[in-house]
């Protein structure tokens, strides 16, 4: 199986940075879209930026110019680089990732376990 592994979450005044990182383990032959969504309390889970194997992204209209998605290949890593943050950023964010496990077999979504982030001053 595969194991997914968040950090990088935390406590932030509005208008500083973190950065988070996904790091995938296990049985991996492929990573496809790579993605980050985040679930603020009382609210369902939303996509926050997809990164595809290609490295075509896209981002949640909330997040156009402060937030950046990347990817690793070969350390099997996503990053969310978050600039500008805002109160209305703080939630948990979720890591998603769509992976063939083999050389042969369909991919399957893998989530990590969620990082908490906090804007507050």
């Known amino acids: 199986q595969v194991q997914v592994v968040e950090s990088g979450g935390g406590l932030v005044q509005p208008g500083g940075s973190l950065r988070l990182s996904c790091e995938a383990s296990?049985?991996?032959?492929?990573?496809?879209?790579m993605g980050w969504y985040r679930q603020a309390p009382g609210k369902q889970r939303e996509l926050v930026a997809s990164?595809?194997?290609?490295?075509?992204?896209n981002y949640a209209d909330s997040v156009k110019g402060r937030f950046t998605i990347s990817r690793e290949n070969t350390k099997n890593t996503v990053y969310l680089q978050m600039n500008s943050l805002k109160p209305e950023d703080t939630a948990v964010y979720y890591c998603?990732?769509?992976?063939?496990?083999?050389?042969?077999?369909?991919?399957?979504?893998?989530w990590g376990q969620g990082t908490q982030v906090t804007v507050s001053s």
């Open positions: 998603n990732l769509n992976v063939q496990n083999f050389a042969v077999g369909s991919p399957y979504d893998y």
């Open positions: 990164i595809t194997s290609g490295s075509s992204t």
């Open positions: 296990g049985s991996i032959f492929k990573i496809y879209d």
